[in-house]
C-alpha cells in the first residue's frame, strides 16, 4: 500500500530502519536518503557485507546479525534479490518491507503481505518523508499533498 495515509502511519511508527545495500560513497542514492532518515531522527542501520562502517553506524553483513529490533527493512536490491530480504524481515519481526523507487517484486510482496508486513514498493523513504512532513514544501515544491491538518512532524 502507498497511500498517503499509509505511508505517513508507516514513516511516524517505524523508528528504526536497516538500510539493505546502504553504500559508503555519499553520492550513491542509498547514502543520501539513509543520511536524510539519520539527521531527521530514525536509527538508520547498514547492512552491507563491504563495509565496517557507514554513517557513523556500525555496518552489518545481513539481517539477521542486527543485535536489536528493526521496524523498517529498506531494501536498495536488485529486484530479484527482495523476495530472500523480505522472508529474512520476517524472521527478524520487522513491522515494513519497503522496496525503493524503480524496485517492484511481486513475490517479497506475498511475503510481507501474507505475514502481516506493511509493504511498500517503487517509493522513496527519503522522498515520501519529505514530501508527507513538511521537507520539500518549504522550497517552494508542490507535494501534491492537501491537508487540513498541520504536520505533526517538521523538517529541520
Not at 16 to 44: C, D
Not at 75 to 94: M, N, S
Request: charged share 20%; glycine share 6%.
Amino acid at each position: 500500500m502507498s497511500d498517503i495515509k499509509t505511508l505517513r502511519r508507516i514513516l511516524s511508527s517505524n523508528k528504526t530502519i536497516a538500510v539493505v545495500g546502504l553504500s559508503g560513497n555519499w553520492y550513491r542514492p542509498s547514502f543520501f536518503a539513509a543520511k536524510y532518515m539519520q539527521e531527521h531522527g530514525y536509527r538508520v542501520i547498514p547492512v552491507n557485507p563491504n563495509y565496517e562502517e557507514i554513517l557513523g553506524e556500525k555496518c552489518y553483513p545481513d539481517l539477521a546479525s542486527i543485535p536489536e529490533e528493526v521496524d523498517l527493512v529498506d531494501l536498495f536490491q536488485h529486484p530479484d534479490k527482495t523476495p530472500g530480504y523480505a522472508a529474512q524481515a520476517v524472521e527478524i519481526g520487522a513491522k515494513t518491507v519497503w522496496l525503493q523507487l524503480g524496485i517492484k517484486n511481486k513475490e517479497a510482496e506475498s511475503i510481507a503481505l501474507k505475514a502481516n508486513l506493511d509493504y511498500v514498493e517503487n517509493h522513496c523513504v527519503k522522498i515520501e518523508h519529505a514530501r508527507l512532513f513538511g521537507g520539500l514544501n518549504f522550497i517552494g515544491v508542490n507535494t501534491k499533498v492537501i491537508s487540513s491538518q498541520r504536520n505533526k512532524i517538521i523538517a529541520n
